[in-house]
């Protein structure tokens, strides 16, 4: 079974500040690979998606990450972080099997962006 | 409708108590997945749906814990005999087919006192 694992659970940044927030899996085959992020009352959202190709995946609002299958990981970044990016932060892997898969999450981020 | 909806949004329900907690996804998506959230924690599976089949029930944490889908689109779960273990957010997800991204619902809110 796949397993997920983000490094940090609780992050407090300044504005303007740059983000990387770890996040590490555990497979022996292809996956496929996401974060999603859930804004305080609000349902979790898709940032972005990793399936193929280029390893170096841009998601909305100026979310990036990427896959460095060699290390397991997809780490997400943002160069500049805002107020409004506090929330919890997923990082999810399904396998590539083309079946019934469905979502291993990490423990989850709490993101706190400070004015 | 335009995204998934989940309802009722909170349950409080007294231990011991039968809940159904239901899952409307979004139309035309073929799979829908049943999570459980526990505070603090990450999502975790519980069952799977592909149109109204089952196929995966794995991660049903007991007996108490029952999933259907009779004619392909609206899910309910249900639990019977509700503890206080049980407490958690409970999240259904729709995705239209294998290999493209899941929706979430907002969740429901499940208190066992």
């Known amino acids: 079974a796949q397993s997920v694992s983000q490094h940090n659970h609780h992050v407090i940044l300044s504005e303007a500040a740059s983000l990387e927030l770890g996040c590490n899996y555990s497979?022996?085959?292809?996956?496929?690979l996401f974060w999603y992020v859930q804004y305080p009352g609000q349902h979790l959202q898709l940032l972005l998606k990793?399936?193929?190709?280029?390893?170096l995946v841009k998601g909305i609002k100026g979310f990036e990450a990427e896959f460095i299958k060699s290390k397991f990981s997809f780490n997400l970044r943002k160069p500049s972080v805002q107020w409004s990016d506090t929330a919890e932060y997923f990082c999810?892997?399904?396998?590539?099997?083309?079946?019934?898969?469905?979502?291993?999450f990490g423990k989850g981020t709490h993101l706190i962006i400070q004015p | 409708g335009a995204g998934v909806s989940q309802s009722p949004r909170y349950k409080v329900a007294k231990r011991g108590q039968d809940v159904a907690l239901r899952c409307d996804p979004i139309?035309?998506?073929?799979?829908l997945f049943w999570y459980q959230q526990a505070l603090g924690q990450g999502p975790e599976f519980l069952t799977y749906?592909?149109?109204?089949?089952?196929?995966?029930k794995s991660g049903l944490p007991s007996d108490r814990f029952f999933a259907e889908r009779p004619e392909g689109s609206v899910s309910t779960l249900k639990i019977q005999r509700t503890q206080q273990e049980d407490s958690a957010v409970y999240l259904c997800?729709?995705?239209?087919?294998?290999?493209?991204?899941?929706?979430f619902g907002q969740g429901t809110r499940l208190t066992v006192v």
């Open positions: 997800a729709s995705r239209y087919r294998d290999n493209t991204e899941a929706f």
């Open positions: 139309s035309g998506h073929v799979s």
């Open positions: 999810a892997v399904t396998p590539l099997r083309g079946g019934a898969d469905g979502l291993t």
């Open positions: 749906f592909q149109n109204e089949a089952q196929l995966d």
């Open positions: 990793y399936f193929s190709g280029d390893p």
């Open positions: 497979y022996g085959g292809t996956v496929n």
